[in-house]
């Protein structure tokens, strides 16, 4: 396939994609807007519905704070995980030593 033809591939799935029109929206916006922003790629990306420099900081920081609450929680789960099966074979321990003490007791009966 020739560089011409990948090209207007491209194009068409792009125009199919509904991405030119999308563009073209935003672009036609960022044109009438009276107040030109300072940051044109910070405009499209939030007309495109990206977050803003400021929004994507904090969600970073929010992902920070909740991977962190994550691995003390799992950290904490982990513990009494195995302080359960301690106390799982402690259990076991005293039913068998009971089973035991039953069995001794019957025969001396």
Aim: hydrophobic share 30%; with cysteine; net charge negative.
């Amino acid at each position: 396939m020739d560089k011409e033809a990948k090209k207007e591939t491209f194009r068409k799935y792009l125009e199919s994609s509904g991405v030119l029109d999308a563009l073209t929206k935003v672009l036609v916006s960022l044109y009438e807007e009276g107040n030109k922003p300072s940051s044109a790629v910070e405009f499209v990306k939030q007309k495109l519905g990206g977050p803003s420099v400021s929004e994507h900081e904090k969600l970073k920081a929010e992902k920070m704070d909740l991977q962190l609450k994550y691995e003390e929680l799992l950290a904490a789960h982990r513990e009494t995980c195995k302080e359960l099966e301690e106390l799982r074979k402690l259990k076991h321990e005293a039913d068998c030593k009971e089973m035991v003490d039953n069995d001794d007791t019957k025969d001396m009966k």
